[in-house]
C-alpha cells in the first residue's frame, strides 16, 4: 500500500495561487499514475487531473485546465499540483491518489491509494 501524505493547502484570495504536494512513501512511486481529485462542501468527490509516470502524458477537468499545472519529481517521490488564478469555487479539500493503469484516467475506482486531503479555501 502506497503511503501518500499531501501538504500545501491553505487559505488565499481569489486570483492567487497555491502549490500542492504530495509525498509518497513508495519506492515504485515512478512507476504509477498520480491523480489529483478535490471534494467540496455537500458535493461529489470530481477529478481534477492526473499524470503518467514519467509526467509526460498529463489530462486536466476543464474546470482547471489552462489554471493548474500538475508536474512530478520521481526522485524525490513526489507529485504536485500549481494552482493559478484560483476563484472562491475551487475551494475544496484536495487529494491525491495512485494508480496502476499507465494511461491517466479521471474514474476514481481505477486508484488504489488514497492521501487524506489538504484544504484549499479561497475568498472572493
Known amino acids: 500500500q502506497v503511503q501518500l501524505v499531501e501538504s500545501g493547502g491553505g487559505l488565499v484570495q481569489a486570483g492567487d495561487s497555491l502549490r500542492l504536494s504530495c509525498a509518497a512513501s513508495?519506492?515504485?512511486?515512478?512507476?504509477?499514475?498520480m491523480g489529483w481529485f478535490r471534494q467540496a462542501p455537500g458535493k461529489d468527490r470530481e477529478f481534477v487531473g492526473a499524470t503518467n509516470w514519467s509526467g509526460g502524458n498529463t489530462v486536466y477537468a476543464d474546470s482547471v485546465k489552462g489554471r493548474f499545472t500538475i508536474s512530478r519529481d520521481n526522485a524525490k517521490n513526489t507529485v504536485y499540483l500549481q494552482m493559478n488564478s484560483l476563484k472562491p469555487e475551487d475551494t475544496a479539500v484536495y487529494y491525491c491518489?495512485?494508480?496502476?493503469?499507465?494511461?491517466?484516467?479521471?474514474?476514481?475506482?481505477?486508484?488504489?491509494?488514497w492521501g487524506l486531503g489538504t484544504q484549499v479555501t479561497v475568498s472572493s
Open positions: 491518489a495512485a494508480s496502476a493503469y499507465r494511461v491517466p484516467n479521471p474514474a476514481s475506482r481505477q486508484y488504489f491509494s
Open positions: 513508495e519506492l515504485t512511486f515512478s512507476s504509477l499514475t
